[in-house]
Structures are given as structure tokens and as C-alpha cells.
């Protein structure tokens, strides 16, 4: 896979984005040797609990990937320890106009516009019923209405081991008008009663110090809330004008200076309670090392499957058994070594 990669990447990213990640997706229903194409090694050292979710290791894939929960089963067996799908929504959702992902190939990034296209929530848990599970899975939960999550995290919640809630997507036109403390409070208080499993918050990243006490403050009220974790960031709001939309959210290496900041912010403003899922710019074992001394559990990749390929599985898990070779002990000593 090493030798032919770089020809695989270059035709993948010679096509239209959406027909790149169809076709990937087509791939993954094929009963290929996916442990071998992900090269992950398996080594106690590298295990870890987040929320009592037992892991094999620390390393996540994003939500956004396998939006309709469909290919989760050939996804864990890459290696990851666990596997995020949708985000869905309790509705079918179409999404926006196209064109709405622009890829940046020298920065490693992309900027997606996508606005949450997904089968909806009934036909997400029939894809979950189907699908193997060869990794820990979670899903990613969205809606306007407070009751429409309620119902789509019922349909859901008992086909998967936790829920992220995605309540910071900036790729929606709901989500920017809205207040979103009270609406996430509301989100988790009509939870609570029906919870069978761990419950992450997303929170939106920060770069000013206006957006930092907004999202503070968003992290508090997930804390007070009853959330077990959080997951720290969201796609950064950006203008692209060969969106349809105009502007979405960016993803990739251009996000990797920000997320151990924002990891480490936000463990100290929750007082180091609650785990922290990293996600923003990983693309290989150094940003993944520097999120977890920064304070993350876990961390999260998607933009960095796309440019690298499944190898990039093995190669991050591999750098951090290289950093306990050198450090001794597990990769739960390196949360918060920073």
C-alpha cells in the first residue's frame, strides 16, 4: 500500500471530491484485507478508557466520513479504536447546493459546505444493524428541534457504545442565530432520561478572545449538563467563493497549530473532569502526541484520511508506541504530560 498510494492519491484527488469519497465509500463494502491496508499494531500499552468506553487504542475517526453509518465495520478494522458516523439527523437531509468541498493539497486541508447529508435517522440504525462492529462506534447527533434529537438518539443509542452530539456545525443555517447555551442545555436535560450510553458534546474552535469566552462558557454548559465528554473542535468557519454556499467549514493540517491550545483551554476551564476527544489537523504521530499532552483522552483524524490513506492509522499509533519506547508506561500517561 506504501508504493501505491501516492498513484491512488493522485486519481483520487483528480476527481470531483463527492465522486472521490463515493467511490472510497464503494470500496469499503468490499471484503478487502482492511486490517492489513491500515497497518495498526496492537499493543496493550496503547489501550485507554474514555467515559468507560474500553479502547484499543486512542485514535478515532471523525464523524463526517461515514455519514450514513454504513462502513463503519471496514473502518474500525483499519485500526481505529473507535469510529464516529454522520452526523445524522432524525430526518433525510439532502444537504446544500454543490459545489460545497474545495480541497487546498499543498495545506493538506479542505473546506466542506456539505450541510449535513444523511439518510436520516431510521435508515442509520438499519445500516448500524447490518454493519459488524469491529472497533468501538459512535454517533454523531444534529437537529433544529430538541424533540428530533430526542427521537433520532432513541432509533440510535442502543446500536452504538456513545453519542456526539454535534451542536456547533457551522454549515447549517440554523446553527448561527440560535442561542446555543440554552438550546444545548435543553439538548442534554431532555437526554438525560433517556441516556444508555456516554454523551460527548462538540464544541466550535476559538481564536479570539471573544469566540474563546463564548466557547468556554458552551464547554461549561456541557459540564453542567451531565455530559461525559467533550470533543474539542468543529470545522473553523471560513469564506470560499467556489462554494455554492460561499463559505463552510475548515478541516485539515491548517487547523494543527490551534487544537492543542484549544484542548488545553478548555481542560482548564472544566477543571480536567471531563475527557477531551482532540480533533483538528492531526495528519500524523506528532500533532497526535502534541493533543495528548495538551490534555485529549483521545483524538480524532478525517482530512488526513483523505490525504494520506489508511496507512496513516498504523503510522500515528505507531509514533506514540515510539514515544512509550522512549518514555515508558501507557498512552494514558501522556493525557496532560504538557
Known amino acids: 500500500m506504501d508504493r501505491t498510494w501516492p498513484l491512488a492519491r493522485r486519481v ?49 475517526l471523525a464523524a463526517g466520513f461515514d455519514k450514513a453509518c454504513a462502513r463503519l465495520g471496514a473502518l474500525g478494522a483499519l485500526g481505529f479504536g ?43 440504525a438499519e445500516n448500524l444493524l447490518r454493519s459488524p462492529r469491529t472497533a468501538p462506534r459512535w454517533v454523531s447527533l444534529a437537529d433544529e428541534a430538541v424533540e428530533d434529537v430526542v427521537v433520532a438518539h432513541r432509533l440510535v443509542a442502543p446500536l452504538v457504545d456513545a453519542v456526539e452530539l454535534n451542536a456547533s456545525c457551522p454549515n447549517v443555517t440554523w446553527g448561527r442565530d440560535r442561542d446555543d447555551e440554552a438550546h444545548l442545555a435543553r439538548l442534554l436535560a431532555a437526554l438525560r432520561a433517556e441516556r444508555r ?95 495528548l499532552r495538551a490534555g485529549a483522552a483521545t483524538v480524532q483524524v478525517y482530512t488526513a484520511l483523505v490525504y494520506e490513506g489508511p496507512r496513516v492509522v498504523g503510522r500515528i499509533l505507531r509514533g506514540l508506541l515510539d514515544q512509550l519506547d522512549t518514555g515508558g508506561g501507557a498512552v494514558a500517561d501522556l493525557v496532560g504530560a504538557a
Not at 470531483?16 to 499493543?43: I, Q, S, Y
Not at 493538506?108 to 447529508?117: E, I, Q, V
Open 12 to 60: 483520487f484527488l483528480a476527481l470531483d471530491p463527492e465522486l472521490a469519497h463515493r467511490l472510497v465509500m464503494g470500496l469499503l463494502a468490499l471484503p478487502l484485507p482492511w486490517e492489513r491496508l491500515g497497518d495498526a499494531p496492537r499493543d496493550e500499552r496503547l489501550a485507554t478508557t474514555v467515559a468507560g468506553i474500553r479502547l484499543e487504542n486512542p485514535l478515532g
Open 82 to 124: 473507535y469510529v464516529v458516523g454522520g452526523t445524522i439527523t432524525r430526518r433525510p437531509r439532502e444537504g446544500n447546493p454543490r459545489p460545497r468541498i474545495v480541497r487546498y493539497p499543498r495545506r493538506r486541508s479542505m473546506t466542506n459546505a456539505m450541510g449535513l447529508p444523511n439518510p436520516g435517522a431510521a435508515a442509520a
Open 197 to 291: 450510553v456516554p454523551i460527548f458534546v462538540k464544541l466550535p474552535p476559538f481564536r479570539t478572545a471573544r469566540e474563546r469566552e463564548a466557547v468556554l462558557a458552551f464547554a461549561r454548559v456541557a459540564q453542567e449538563g451531565g455530559a461525559d465528554g467533550l470533543t474539542c473542535s468543529n470545522t473553523r468557519p471560513v469564506a470560499d467563493p467556489r462554494l455554492a454556499a460561499g463559505r463552510g467549514g475548515l478541516s485539515g493540517a491548517a487547523l494543527a497549530a490551534d487544537t492543542p491550545r484549544i484542548v488545553a483551554e478548555v481542560r482548564e476551564a472544566t477543571g480536567g473532569e471531563l475527557p477531551i476527544n482532540a480533533c483538528g489537523g492531526i495528519s500524523g504521530p506528532a500533532e497526535a502526541l502534541a493533543c
